[in-house]
């Protein structure tokens, strides 16, 4: 008996199909709730190489729904924790830890090393910056959300629209497990989803995990979904820079209310004034905020206003 009898007796699967696993690489980008199930499960299935990246370390207040940790992991960057978790739990799999964060200089290069990309990291800023890569790379991407009782995973870019084709509109504000809550099982679903549909993706099964969204509410306990195969890709996306993309001549527009300018060269501008906001000509507008969320909405405001440049920026720290 094998390890992995149980999954290539699956017609699916097979050994033909255990023999693409193994010589699969994928991209994982967040080792907290949902990074968690997708990371034992990938291994766990045989996955043969996992790029993990993650810039946070293990907190107390995680392990109610991250139950790869423990208590004695406690401060441990989460990269390294969960490679350690995963050479114990499969050896024949390669886990290569970065414990340093996503960003828009660093993800296309991790991108197209990768067949398959899960985006885990829950954030607006790091989910379109991962699809932006990845659109452009043609690399299959599994990206998920999950908060308090509900969540979603779906299977965006390669061959499918991107996630700004499912969400063209983003929402004013947005919650997170820090100031909604959430629930560990409600999480872990979500992150099991998000392994079977990259497993899916590898194995080339039909219908495709790619194209698809799927729903999941515990509150009333409902499951739903839908194809997005054709949706429109928006027609003049506003991209993600980093700190290091940044130009001497940019305009810096800090949207933040609740702290100084992330930079001395910033001005303070709240959302709602963004509209009072004539640039120079010729001038890259750079709206920053903490999760890209306020920024991308602003960014559409003044998108309406004026035809220049404009990027976004979320500030980390």
């Known amino acids: 008996m094998t ?18 696993l193994t010589r699969a690489h994928a991209l994982v980008v967040g080792a907290g709730g949902l990074g968690v199930p997708v990371l034992q499960y990938l291994a766990g299935a045989g996955l043969g190489r996992i790029t993990l990246v993650d810039g946070d370390r293990v907190a107390e207040s995680n392990l109610h729904r991250q139950p790869l940790y423990r208590m ?44 398959v990309v899960l985006d885990c990291a829950d ?11 990845c659109h452009a790379a043609g690399r299959p991407l599994i990206t998920a959300s999950a908060l308090a009782l509900s969540g979603y995973v779906a299977g965006c870019c390669g061959t499918a629209p991107s996630l700004r084709a499912i969400f063209p509109d983003l929402p ?3 919650a997170t497990c820090a100031t909604a809550g959430v629930m ?8 099991a989803l998000q392994a079977q549909m990259a497993l899916s993706v590898v194995l080339g099964l039909a219908p495709s995990a790619l194209g698809q969204l799927l729903t999941f509410d515990a509150a009333t306990w409902r499951m739903g979904g839908f194809r997005f195969d054709r ?40 959302p709602d004034a963004i509209h009072t906001l004539t640039p120079p000509p010729d001038t890259r507008v750079v709206l920053a905020c903490a999760t890209g969320l306020r920024a991308h909405n602003a960014g559409q405001v003044l998108q309406s206003l004026w035809p220049g440049r404009i990027a976004l920026l979320a500030v980390t720290d």
Request: hydrophobic content about 45%; cysteine-free; proline content about 12%.
């Open 123 to 133: 954030t607006f800023a790091a989910s379109l910056t991962l699809s932006d890569a």
């Open 72 to 115: 004695d992991q406690i401060g441990t960057p989460k990269a390294k924790a969960a490679a350690a978790a995963l050479a114990a739990l499969n050896p024949g799999v390669t886990v290569d830890p970065r414990a340093h964060w996503l960003d828009p200089a660093n993800a296309p290069a991790l991108v197209a090393d990768a067949d």
């Open 231 to 270: 949706a429109p890709e928006p027609e003049h996306p506003l991209p993600f820079v980093a700190r290091s993309q940044l130009h001497a001549d940019d305009l810096l527009i800090d949207l933040r209310t609740e702290a100084p300018p992330f930079s001395p060269a910033a001005r303070h501008i709240p």
């Open 172 to 174: 004013e504000r947005g």
């Open 184 to 191: 560990g099982p409600v999480v872990g679903t979500i992150g």
């Open 3 to 20: 390890r992995y009898a149980r999954q290539t007796i699956l017609p699916q699967v097979g050994d033909a199909g255990q023999a693409k």
